[in-house]
């Protein structure tokens, strides 16, 4: 049996002193501030980051709203210039439009961006077919009669029409935006052959390459909008549009195409290098890789600004793909070009 004293020492030796248990009691309290500070931080940043989201939403509603109505009253305006026949003032507000969606792409839904890409299409084909309307009819002249020709001499055979671009022609139904009337500059039905077309004859012109097979088309100039149709393994090199490309029906192309809006249709396996101030638009396509664009000749500067077209604006790598509605997911139709693959010299 131990002694008293023995007993009272073990027992001091067992139990804290008195020092020792406040400074366990304070080390606790201390700890327990600063796990509740820390859970209430998170909760703050949690509710701070649900209003910030709340807020952006809000501010993107309203953008879409007030775009929605100033785009309306812009159509209108040109519609009305259209049915006056004021076809400069009209083309200048269209321009202006087109601008208004392309600088709204940004916070509009996919299905926004679509339908003003529509209407813009549609009044671009409205224009040309009043700018035909409207055209002075040629006047009449009366032309001198041939001399007969002498009794037993043969007859002087027809010369030959001043050859020319190949004039495309009306193709198995319209594509989108096209309006019918306005002649077209342009090539069809070439198979394995260098075209070119210059500044002077593309200035402004609506340009239709159609049903072209292997070949290499060189456009150097400023046209106002331009339409791919139906074409095979071939090149198409195209100076700035003032507006829009449409690429429809196209397959194992290579396309350098400076654009406002870019539209690509039905088409596969294309590699485009692209300046695009909007997103493109790509529907019922396949195996379509973009890069940035990269082709240029003497004099495109002058015709980048006569486009209109903002060099420091390009959205090459934003595509939106209609048949695509998985947001989480990026659509397996169209890629980006690597780097270590693109053109650089295309001479």
Known sequence: ???????????????PSQPEMAAGS????????????????????????QRQKKEAQVVKEEQSEFFLAAFAREREAVEALLAEGTLEEAAARLQALQKLLTDSVRFLAAYEVRQGQETVARLQ????????????????????????AAPGSAPRPAEPPPPGPAAPGPGPGLAEGESG???LCGFSGVQDEELELGPAEL?????????????????????????????????????????SVLVDGCSDCLLALACQQLRTHRTHQCRVYVQVTSRAVIEACSEVSFAPYSWSYPGIERDFESSGLDRNS?????????????????????????????????D
């Not at 049996?1 to 139990?15: D, I, L, N, Q, R």
């Not at 304070?26 to 980051?49: I, K, N, T």
């Not at 097979?213 to 700035?240: Q, Y």
């Open 314 to 346: 390009n959205n090459w790598n934003l595509v939106d793909d209609f048949d695509w509605l998985a947001a989480d997911k990026p659509s397996p139709n169209w890629s980006l070009i690597p780097e270590q693959e693109r053109i650089t010299c295309w």
């Open 26 to 49: 304070a080390a606790s309290a201390v700890v327990l501030p600063e796990r509740l500070q820390r859970r209430e931080a998170e909760r703050q940043h949690d509710v701070e980051r």
């Open 125 to 148: 084909g409205d224009l040309a077919a009043r700018r035909q309307q409207l055209q002075p009819k040629k006047k009449f002249a009366f032309r001198a009669l041939k001399k007969e």
């Open 181 to 183: 009337g306005l002649p």
């Open 1 to 15: 049996m131990a002694a008293p004293g023995e007993a009272v020492a073990a027992a001091a030796v067992a139990a």
């Open 203 to 243: 200035l402004q012109r609506d340009v239709l390459l159609s049903e072209l097979s292997g070949c290499r088309v060189r456009l150097r100039g400023n046209p106002n909008t331009l339409r791919v149709r139906d074409c095979r393994g071939c090149t198409v090199l195209c100076g700035p549009v003032s507006t």
